[in-house]
């Protein structure tokens, strides 16, 4: 999977690492999410589920993908995401023992969904080797807003999906993913969204911790999209 960095340059690839049908619509929002905003700004997009991964499997790890590009896609029957700018884990218990950070490019952002603080999560951070890539890490406690942001298994095991894109809890994750990284503005994101309150408040209540070769700083600018590609 190298073509993409060689043809693709300018291309976002966005990784959501969930699990196979409890949180398989969730990821699928959040790629979706980014994908329907980024071409709303005129941007040429793609977003898939990875089904080399067995979604169909409950519990299992399982991917989620969005390109972005201000160019054509070249490389539009790349199954999977081999260079990642952007990664989401649904689940913040997938910090451990799943390799999201292979294959990642340099100044990634990895995005979680815990209520934990990002300093709280660093000693998981796998493979520790790759934490000069990493540019950002931010969390946002999606699971935390309640009955206004909820879990659905909608579009799972070949079932229909009837709740709008950016109805539950991958609408917060979006809007945080789309903060820390700067891949999309905010207006778009909201647009796309059938939740824009929990767009908003995955906006507004990210948590970035942001590195500098590996080690993180000790505070957090005042704007986290300064970390972004804008």
């Known amino acids: ?3 993409s960095v060689e043809i693709d340059s300018k291309m976002v690839e966005i990784t959501v690492w969930t699990r196979g049908v409890q949180l398989a619509k969730e990821a699928r929002d959040v790629a979706t999410l980014l994908a329907v905003a980024g071409s709303s700004e005129g941007k040429y997009t793609q977003s898939f589920d990875n089904y080399v991964d067995l979604p169909d ?3 299992v790890a399982c991917k989620s993908y969005a390109r972005i590009s201000p160019e054509p896609i070249q490389t539009v029957y790349e199954y999977e995401n081999g260079h990642h700018d952007v990664i989401v884990l649904v689940e913040e218990t997938m910090i451990k023992g799943h390799p999201y950070l292979q294959d990642a490019k340099q100044d990634c952002v990895v995005v979680v969904n815990s209520a934990r603080d990002p300093e709280a999560l660093l000693k998981w951070f796998e493979p520790k080797e790759s934490l000069p890539l990493v540019k950002a890490l931010a969390c946002i406690d999606a ?3 309640g009955a206004g942001v909820m879990l659905t298994f909608d579009g799972t095991e070949g079932a229909s999906d009837d709740t709008k894109i950016g109805a539950g809890v991958g609408a917060a994750v979006a809007g945080a993913a789309a ?3 700067g ?3 905010l207006e778009s994101l909201l647009a796309a ?3 824009k309150k929990a ?3 995955g906006w507004d209540q990210v948590k970035v911790l942001p590195f500098c070769d590996g080690k993180p700083f000790c505070e957090t600018p005042s704007d986290p ?3 972004g590609w804008r």
Do not use: H, P, W, Y
């Open 183 to 185: 891949c999309v503005t």
């Open 179 to 181: 903060k820390a990284s």
């Open 199 to 201: 767009v908003q408040q």
């Open 1 to 3: 999977m190298t073509l």
């Open 143 to 145: 699971n935390s807003f």
């Open 57 to 59: 499997r409950i519990g």
């Open 225 to 227: 999209q300064e970390l």
């Open 193 to 195: 969204a059938d939740n």
